[in-house]
């Protein structure tokens, strides 16, 4: 199985704050690469596909980038409404795997 | 307006079974393949099954091989998870969702808790 690895597990950062998180794949994925916002008690919401590719309706302010292995998400200027969780998945072979998460908390 | 919603959730021994079903709307269910994803208490996703649009195709996390079954009955827009043999591992939130573009899951249902205990 494809193991991804998400750093860092949390951050905490403060409104109008760029924040990278990265997410790196045990193997190649080619570009099967998909992040996902999940916030306390509801399900997760697309962001981005094929590592650069914004979802329909996501803000602008997110965006992925990267290559292979090594993958990052950044969200340019952090707004109250993107404190929440994010999950790198791969879709590149099976089973499909997350990473462990990462807690975008407010400082 | 795209919706799944899941139901089939609830308290089950170690060891017994429980059937998850997910009833779509809103979108030609028979052209999508459709997972399923489940979420420990406070703990990361795991992305569990998947079957193709016509059902001939099916994957499973390992995990979970030989105690799940995934099926879909396009006619009546529904997804289902048959699960046996469950083991306290098993307890999770439980979520549908639709696949596109090769493995991006773009809606998802709001989840059923499954809790297995003694």
């Known amino acids: 199985d494809i193991q991804m690895t998400q750093s860092p597990s949390s951050v905490s950062a403060s409104v109008g704050d760029r924040v990278t998180i990265t997410c790196r794949a045990s193997?190649?994925?080619?570009?099967?690469l998909a992040w996902y916002q999940q916030k306390p008690g509801k399900a997760p919401k697309l962001l981005i596909y094929?590592?650069?590719s914004l979802q329909s309706g996501v803000p602008s302010r997110f965006s992925g980038s990267g290559s292979g292995t090594d993958f990052t998400l950044t969200i340019s200027s952090l707004q109250p409404e993107d404190f929440a969780t994010y999950y790198c998945q791969q879709a590149n072979s099976f089973p499909y795997t997350f990473g462990q998460g990462t807690k975008l908390e407010i400082k | 307006e795209v919706q799944l919603v899941e139901s089939g959730g609830g308290l089950v021994q170690f060891g017994g079974s429980l059937r998850l079903s997910c009833a779509a709307s809103?979108?030609?269910?028979?052209?999508?393949?459709m997972s399923w994803v489940r979420q420990a208490p406070g703990k990361g996703l795991e992305w569990v099954a998947n079957i193709k649009q016509d059902g001939s195709e099916k994957y499973y996390v390992d995990s979970v091989k030989g105690r799940f079954t995934i099926s879909r009955d396009n006619a009546k827009n529904s997804l289902y998870l048959q699960m046996n043999s469950l083991r306290a591992e098993d307890t999770a939130m439980y979520y549908c969702?639709?696949?596109?573009?090769?493995?991006?899951?773009?809606?998802w249902g709001q989840g059923t808790l499954v809790t297995v205990s003694s």
């Open positions: 193997q190649g994925i080619s570009s099967w």
């Open positions: 809103g979108f030609t269910f028979s052209s999508y393949w």
């Open positions: 969702a639709r696949e596109v573009r090769g493995g991006n899951l773009d809606y």
């Open positions: 094929a590592v650069s």
